[in-house]
């Protein structure tokens, strides 16, 4: 069963602009979710966890058990914001499950 | 934090031929894992192998295809078996890290058959 969604495949958004990637999860325990980026030639790595509730490089993230979503917002998005985002959540078992992933392009 | 390396980074193989690509890790680590990922789309699951066990496969990936080995805390192998066209992909593998959350990953291989 699909775990976790991220219907957008491709986002582009206008330097300045606000960015919005969605995430939605199914999962019946507590989840516990991130959000992964990988930049151009460079390998994937972790930018947030839910829990910590920190902005990251200006994003940010909320759990919505209600809606069952995780988010990823920033206000003002920049060049540098370009790259492949994937939602990801773990169970309790150490096993973790990746979003389709979404494009992000942030247009100068 | 755990720094992953993977060789080779990339390889042109020929069909029907195989590729084992090693992964070490420069400390030790429980839980360690293979992904393949076509470029810029989605991150698939090869499977799971922990030191001590036999690998755990995911739907769709079968040990005589992917045989992997974990010979200890700090290395595995994955072999990418009689290769097809289809197989072209990055190959990454990756740990958890030792506060059970985070994700550490290499480089990736990128395989090319032709």
């Known amino acids: 069963a699909q775990r976790v969604t991220q219907p957008e495949k491709l986002l582009s958004v206008f330097k300045g602009a606000p960015v919005e990637l969605k995430c939605n999860y199914s999962y019946s325990g507590s989840p516990e979710l991130f959000w992964y980026v990988q930049y151009s030639r460079q390998r994937l790595q972790l930018l947030l966890r839910h829990i910590s509730r920190e902005s990251i490089k200006g994003f940010t993230a909320d759990l919505n058990k209600g809606e069952t979503s995780f988010h990823l917002k920033k206000p003002f998005a920049q060049e540098e914001d370009s790259a492949m985002y994937y939602c990801a959540l773990i169970d309790t078992g150490n096993q973790f499950y990746f979003g389709t992933g979404t494009s992000l392009t942030v247009i100068p | 934090s755990a720094v992953i390396s993977q060789k080779p980074s990339r390889d042109i193989c020929q069909r029907g031929t195989s590729l084992t690509i090693q992964c070490q890790v420069d400390s030790q680590v429980t839980m360690m894992f293979w992904y393949r990922q076509q470029p810029g789309q989605s991150l698939t699951l090869i499977a799971t192998a922990n030191q001590g066990s036999e690998a755990t496969y995911e739907s769709g990936f079968v040990i005589d295809k992917f045989p992997i080995s974990r010979p200890n805390l700090t290395f595995s192998t994955l072999t990418v078996s009689n290769m097809s066209p289809e197989d072209s992909s990055i190959y990454l593998c990756?740990?958890?890290?030792?506060?059970?959350?985070?994700?550490?990953f290499g480089p990736g291989t990128r395989l090319t058959v032709t």
């Open positions: 990756s740990v958890l890290g030792q506060g059970g959350y985070e994700q550490y």
